[in-house]
């Protein structure tokens, strides 16, 4: 793409955010409001043909380059518009499509694309041994026993992509129906499990390692600062509307500034290293369907980065960091406290669950 | 100096840990968290019964005249359970502030009913705008028709919900920020004029915006001196910070041992991970970190017990700004190192994560409180 051509697709994007998503970023609404605006949005993006933008065009994506799916991206996640679900597009997709078969994508691309199911993720307990589900065979086809538990998104899912322990040893990846029988929710994290029919949608004994190759393959989001970009962006604009119990605001003060300048030169640099890995991609010089080097320090990067935006935002917020945060208003008495909502700490656990198994990956590939 | 308990203190200390062991389950303690209940009521009376709510009050009053040694005692023990139920809130804060400045008939009034745990009561310290300066206050108290009329909006008030009883502080005199001209009231909380605006914290507390509308209130509600709330309010703060500071050190042991025993059993590519050099010496720092802020919290339990003044200050800051560091980096590194490798405890590890991250943000992080350090 060239820098106007570039310009173009942005601008084009960015219309279509402002028209089909007019809710103003990082400002609480009403959960009514917004999920009525999601509804509307979801409905915009499949008229439009935009649900499924890195799926391949036979199934429904947009054919779009890398360099157009980085700015698709960022603009949506700069403007903090919901991700039409992100477990059946993102992880369901791209695994069906590559082990589902003729029969299951059949079965279950075109509800994603068009966003008739919802997909719950039931990947937790993530080493086998203790694995609480287990497949069995029944024929050509599978049934799942057992309880597993830290399953995100259950609430509204149709569907749930659970990992299970196999027969033959190692793992698989599997996709249920909440409607069949013999599935039955324990808590709102929980469910149980009893001869439930299931369609394997990874190798079999391999569905870890299945799910690894998804997170790191060439559907995988190629924007990843963009969401590190986007908190530094709010906290910037707190820290301007944050008192410091002293008659002037945050922004003044010489820490605050200097650890802002210091998270604002780690994007910078971060967001270098993701132009270079784009750049390699798109000339084709990295193996696709495998995590590169780059890909890894990205998401490494991105992952601390992140961390360290919600700390400081937390440590702005003082005790407004307390109240339990809720992006939408149960009610309409507004924001609780100053303008400012509280930052959400759950941002600060996803990447500490996650920088470890980046290290970890990276340290592999360092040492191959 | 002498770092070991007396024969009271340790009987006091193992009553709670047998507490915490037999009758406070973690899935128990979720259950409460998730209800519609701010606590559990029935574990309330226990710690009436057990006399763990008359702690810290003069025996006159009908405690046992328990001081700052006891209190790591004990909060070390809750810190270890994650307790959820308002002792912070109702004993230590609003309970002290009563302690230290309440009459003999506003002790009666209110402290009886606290120590046989029929009351409970709350601190409305906090507005939006001053952060962690106690004496920024735009809540103001005029007198009228020879009482008090107060108007006002207090933030975050731990225990609001469920408080019987708020102490609140407002201006009576002064600037917006002055020291002088801070006093503290004795609001019932159903007064008219008062409404609260409830909500649960990230960490498993219920809080409340407090707002002030011509609450009338009688001369009496004044709770110490006209105009001399503020080195109150600093005091109580300072026996918040410990009790938390030495709740946090109690997190941290279990985050330690936790992640160690973990550590020891999880195998990957053969031997169990915590053979791995690396993680050795992570779990190496993490000892040393939790180590500092237990240290620190004894320093800070006796310069508190020889009595109120600077020195306590700077040794209760400097306990504060370890246990922010410290917690940090064990909170942190005890979900890195179970999060990485499959995530079985994530409930349990996150729950204490969150603890330590919001004791930090409670009474002045690590940056508030090495400035004040460094000014004392």
């Not at chain 1, 089909?20 to 409905?43: K, L, Q, T, Y």
Request: with cysteine.
């Amino acid at each position: 793409m060239t820098p106007d051509t570039e310009s173009e697709f942005a601008a084009e994007v960015r219309r279509f955010l402002g028209e089909h998503w007019p809710v103003p970023p990082f400002r609480p609404v009403p959960r009514a409001v917004w999920e009525a605006a999601a509804d509307r949005w979801f409905a915009a993006l499949c008229r439009r043909g935009w649900s499924v933008p890195a799926w391949p065009q036979a199934y429904g994506g947009t054919g779009w380059s890398l360099e157009q799916r980085f700015i698709w991206e960022r603009e949506v996640a700069l403007a903090q518009a919901p991700v039409m679900d992100p477990v059946g597009v993102g992880l369901v997709g791209p695994l069906v499509q590559a082990h589902g078969g003729a029969a299951l994508c059949e079965r279950y691309l075109d509800d994603i694309r068009v966003g008739r199911s919802r997909w719950a993720a039931g990947l937790s307990g993530l080493s086998v041994d203790d694995a609480g589900l287990c497949a069995l065979r029944s024929g050509s086809s599978y049934a799942l026993r057992g309880t597993l538990t830290g399953i995100s998104g259950l609430g509204g899912a149709t569907h749930a992509l659970c990992l299970g322990a196999m027969g033959g040893g190692g793992s698989g990846l599997f996709a249920v129906s909440m409607d069949a029988a013999g599935v039955r929710p324990v808590d709102a994290q929980t469910l149980a499990f009893a001869e439930v029919p299931a369609d394997l949608v990874s190798p079999p004994g391999a569905g870890w390692d299945a799910l690894d190759l998804v997170l790191g393959g060439d559907q995988a989001p190629v924007a990843v600062t963009a969401r590190a970009q986007a908190q530094l962006a709010r906290l910037k604009a707190d820290l301007a509307a944050i008192a410091d119990g002293r008659g002037g605001f945050l922004n003044n003060h010489a820490d605050f500034k200097r650890r802002l300048a210091t998270l604002e030169v780690r994007l910078e640099s971060l967001q270098a290293l993701e132009g270079r890995s784009l750049a390699e991609r798109s000339a084709g010089q990295q193996r696709v369907g495998a995590w590169s080097v780059k890909a890894n320090l990205l998401a490494l990067g991105s992952a601390d980065l992140e961390l360290e935006v919600g700390e400081l935002r937390i440590d702005a917020a003082g005790y407004y960091a307390l109240p339990e945060p809720d992006p939408l208003l149960t009610d309409n008495e507004g924001p609780i406290g100053p303008g400012y909502a509280s930052p959400p700490i759950e941002g600060m656990l996803t990447p500490l669950w996650a920088l470890e198994a980046y290290r970890r990956r990276l340290t592999a590939q360092l040492a191959d | 100096m002498d770092f070991s308990f007396s024969e009271e203190q340790t009987l006091l200390k193992e009553s709670i840990e047998r507490f915490i062991q037999n009758d406070y389950g973690f899935n128990e303690r979720q259950q409460t968290v998730k209800s519609e209940a701010d606590f559990n009521v029935g574990h309330w009376r226990t710690f009436a019964e057990l006399g763990w709510l008359a702690v810290p009050f003069a025996e006159e009053d009908g405690g046992f005249g328990g001081g700052p040694v006891e209190s790591i005692a004990m909060w070390e023990q809750f810190g270890r359970g994650l307790l959820v139920e308002p002792l912070l809130a109702t004993v230590v804060l609003a309970g002290g502030a009563l302690r230290l400045a309440g009459t003999k008939a506003q002790k009666q009034a209110v402290l009886t009913g606290i120590i046989n745990g029929e009351s409970q009561a709350a601190l409305a310290f906090a507005e939006p705008q001053g952060r962690y300066n106690l004496a920024d206050l735009t809540t103001a108290a005029v007198r009228h028709n020879g009482g008090w009329r107060l108007n006002g909006y207090k933030g975050v008030t731990l225990n609001g919900p469920s408080a019987d009883w708020l102490v609140v502080s407002a201006r009576s005199a002064g600037a917006q920020r002055d020291a002088s001209g801070v006093s503290l009231f004795l609001v019932p909380a159903n007064a008219d004029g008062v409404s609260r605006r409830n909500y649960p914290t990230v960490d498993g507390f219920a809080a409340s915006e407090v707002t002030l509308e011509d609450v009338d209130l009688d001369f009496d509600a004044l709770l110490g001196e006209e105009g001399g709330g503020l080195p109150i309010l600093e005091q109580v703060i300072d026996e918040g910070i410990l009790a938390i500071g030495a709740e946090a050190v109690g997190c941290m042991e279990v985050l330690y041992k936790d992640t160690v025993e973990y550590c020891k059993t999880r195998k990957q590519f053969g031997q169990p991970i915590g053979k791995f050099q690396v993680l050795q010496h992570r779990m190496v720092d993490m000892f040393m970190e939790y180590e500092q802020a237990k240290s620190l919290m004894y320093m800070a339990a006796m310069r508190m017990a020889e009595g109120y003044g600077p020195e306590a200050q700077k040794a209760v800051s400097a306990f504060k700004v370890q246990v922010g560091k410290s917690g940090r980096f064990v909170g942190q590194n005890a979900v890195q190192l179970h999060g990485g490798m499959g995530m079985t405890d994530e409930l349990n590890i996150g729950h204490y994560f969150k603890r330590l991250t919001m004791i930090d943000a409670l009474f002045g992080n690590v940056d508030y409180h090495l400035k004040r350090f460094g000014s004392l």
